[in-house]
């Protein structure tokens, strides 16, 4: 099993999983398909699903394309908003393409119906593999735009946090700086959330994913899955764990703003070459 790690967009990341015994392949959240059509015939291997963690169109928008590019072509989803789903899977649910198997894990918060993907491979001394989407990231994790802290904590702490703990953790977006720079607010004194920003840092001037990172290294430096920890306790003024969360991500919601952004529906519209007949005229 080998995975590709693509970035698309301004900070996302789309994913293609290789079965590298038979040359297919999955799809994890293909929200540019021009981009992920250039991996595919560079890997040369054929595309047989596409996995979609959430409905939000910067991890969903390629789905109607690349379906009717592969006919056939199964989508894979929790949410009906998902464009192009051909199967709608359900919590503990398991799949299989060759010899990769997958664990479908309902993770409801960020969306009402977001799912992480759990793969592994039965005969492989490699560690296994979560696309955590938009739930949980590099230092960090999700909004709660449909869900609420109680929810969240028992997606980090009874459903991805139980997971083996060599797990390699592949999440939506590239966040890892701003989300650490957090963390050291949160724990000034924690030793390994200055490394990992060190190296974060070092990895974002070089233009370097910081995915794939490893459940292990989480507990040791995401604030969201220490809510127990002393030093977290204080910084929130909170003891309870579900409180704990709920004010870190307040905290983190209010901290340093970016300034403002262009509207990503028009850089993806830029990328598309769509404002092209327009610059023409010009």
């Not at 054929?46 to 969903?60: F, G, K, N, S, Y």
């Not at 894979?76 to 799949?95: C, M, N, P, S, Y």
Request: hydrophobic letters at 40%; one cysteine or more.
């Amino acid at each position: 099993m080998k995975v590709k790690v693509i970035s698309v967009l301004e900070d996302n990341y789309m994913y293609l999983v290789i079965e590298e015994s038979t040359r297919d392949a999955v799809a994890v959240d293909a929200a540019v398909p021009k981009r992920l059509l250039e991996i595919i015939r560079k890997e040369n291997v054929v595309l047989r699903a596409i996995l979609t963690t959430h409905h939000h169109w910067d991890h969903a928008r390629g789905n109607e394309e690349l379906a009717q590019l592969f006919p056939g072509l199964q989508v894979f989803g929790a949410d009906e908003r998902i464009g192009a789903l051909t199967h709608k899977v359900t919590h503990g649910q398991e799949l299989t393409f060759g010899a990769i198997r997958v664990r479908c894990l309902f993770t409801p918060c960020h969306t009402s119906g977001h799912m992480c993907y759990f793969m592994w491979e039965d005969d492989s001394l490699d560690a296994p593999a979560l696309f955590s989407g938009d739930t949980l990231f590099v230092g960090g994790c999700g909004q709660f735009f449909e869900g609420t802290a109680e929810q969240m904590h028992t997606n980090l702490t009874q459903i991805l946090g139980t997971l083996p703990k060599d797990t390699k953790v592949f999440c939506g977006h590239e966040c890892t700086v701003r989300n650490l720079k957090f963390a050291l607010k949160v724990e000034p004194e924690n030793e390994m959330v200055k490394e990992k920003l060190a190296w974060a840092r070092q990895r974002d001037d070089e233009d370097l994913p910081t995915v794939p990172s490893t459940l292990q290294e989480e507990f040791l430096y995401n604030p969201f899955l220490r809510v127990t920890e002393e030093p977290v306790q204080r910084f929130t003024g909170r003891t309870d764990p579900v409180e704990v969360l709920r004010t870190l991500r307040s905290e983190r919601d209010n901290f340093k703003k970016p300034k403002e952004r262009p509207n990503p529906q028009a850089m993806l519209a830029f990328d598309w070459g769509l404002f092209k007949p327009f610059l023409e005229k010009k």
